[in-house]
Each structure stands twice: as structure tokens, then as C-alpha cells.
């Protein structure tokens, strides 16, 4: 089991930057890939960015050259820095760990880019 913890999010104006973090605890967090997804309303959930303990990272296309994940293996953390946020960007981001069939999730964090 692995329980994820996260923290960030609220309100941005458009052009603004956020940053999210996620703390894992549990067993064998070092083998899991982390990541963070997000929804909208009445849209499906997707993959933001995501990062293996070893360093390698993934992004979706939407986000790249914008948004930054890290992770600190020590403190079994993962951070997401946003910037230059767009209003249709406003969704529930949810922290992310995955290793082999098992998959767990965050309760969810609101991020909600506004004027």
C-alpha cells in the first residue's frame, strides 16, 4: 500500500504559476513512478507529467516548456511547478504512483486558473 498526500493548488490568475506536492509513504515507494493527472469537468482524467526515482520524466505535450516535475527520493516527494497557467487548465489534479499492477491515487487537489 501507498498513501499519497497532497498539498498546492488554489486560486491563479491566468499567466500565473502554481506549485503542487505530493508526499508518498508506504512500501517500496523508491519502485513506483509518480506522477500527476488531472480533470476537468466532464472531461477525462489525464496525464499531466510523471517521474521515475531513476530521474526520467514524461510530460504531456500540452504542458512541456510550462510545467516541471521533480521528485525527492530522500523525503518520497514529488512536486509539480506550473507556470504560465491557462484557464482551461483548471481541473482536480491528482497525485499518481504506479509500479507494475498497482496503481494508487491522491484525494485530489483544485487548481483553479481564473481572472
Known amino acids: ?4 498526500v497532497e498539498s498546492g493548488g488554489g486560486l491563479v490568475q491566468p ?21 500527476w493527472y488531472r480533470q476537468a469537468p466532464g472531461k477525462q482524467r489525464e496525464l499531466v507529467a510523471a ?13 512541456k516548456g510550462r510545467f516541471t516535475i521533480s521528485r525527492d527520493n530522500a523525503k518520497n516527494t514529488v512536486y509539480l511547478q506550473m507556470n504560465s497557467l491557462k484557464p482551461e487548465e483548471t481541473a482536480v489534479y491528482y497525485c499518481n504512483a504506479q509500479w507494475l499492477s498497482r496503481q494508487f491515487w491522491g484525494q485530489g487537489t483544485q487548481v483553479t486558473v481564473s481572472s
Open 15 to 35: 499567466g500565473g504559476s502554481l506549485s503542487l506536492s505530493c508526499a508518498a509513504s508506504g512500501s517500496f515507494v523508491l519502485n513506483y513512478a509518480m506522477g
Open 51 to 63: 517521474a521515475t526515482s531513476g530521474g526520467n520524466t514524461n510530460y504531456a505535450d500540452s504542458v
Open 1 to 4: 500500500q501507498v498513501q499519497l
